[in-house]
């Protein structure tokens, strides 16, 4: 059986191949942003903002001490200038090393979040592994213990057994 001649497979596997290329490129877009934005997000939670609303502490330091991101000064000009040039040099393709590198440039070594990954790791697994010995110390406390046996030592049932000897002797006697 011939099929018709307006069926042409090349043009149907051209089509096919057309919208899998539409969607390759479309998907790859949507990760882009989605890269850029899990950047912005990372190299934010990187940097201090230094904003001037609250004073510093320390000798020589600037800023008020918050991520830059999680900065609560939403009217502070420094915050909303910095969000910007690192939003600038995301869409501008920079890496993160020289993104980063510009801010110290720019703001000092202070601009910088110190507080490194493993650190925070080994604060939350010490926290973890405290509550684990608290929690099992409670439950072994809590924990019904099996009743202490109620039968006496040996030595106590030969000494009980001795006095009912006695008191039956002295009582068996006719002399009541």
Request: with cysteine; proline share 5%.
């Amino acid at each position: 059986m011939q099929q018709p001649s307006s069926y042409n497979a090349s043009n149907h596997f051209r089509s096919l191949w057309s919208v899998v290329g539409i969607s390759t490129l479309l998907t790859l877009s949507m990760a882009q942003g989605d890269t850029t934005d899990a950047r912005y997000k990372d190299l934010g939670h990187r940097l201090i903002c230094m904003c001037d609303s609250e004073p510093a502490t320390g000798m020589g330091q600037r800023g008020c001490k918050q991520v830059l991101l999680e900065c609560s000064h939403t009217d502070c000009e420094p915050l909303k200038h910095m969000r910007t040039e690192l939003s600038d040099s995301l869409r501008k393709g920079e890496g993160d090393d020289v993104i980063l590198h510009s801010f110290v440039k720019e703001y000092g070594a202070d601009v910088l979040e110190q507080s490194s990954p493993a650190a925070n790791k080994l604060v939350w697994t010490l926290a973890l592994a405290a509550l684990s010995f608290i929690t099992i110390a409670f439950v072994r406390r809590r924990k019904p213990r099996p009743a202490s046996s109620s039968i006496p030592p040996l030595s106590e049932l030969e000494e009980a057994d001795s006095l009912r000897d006695r008191v039956r002797r002295e009582t068996e006697r006719e002399d009541w």
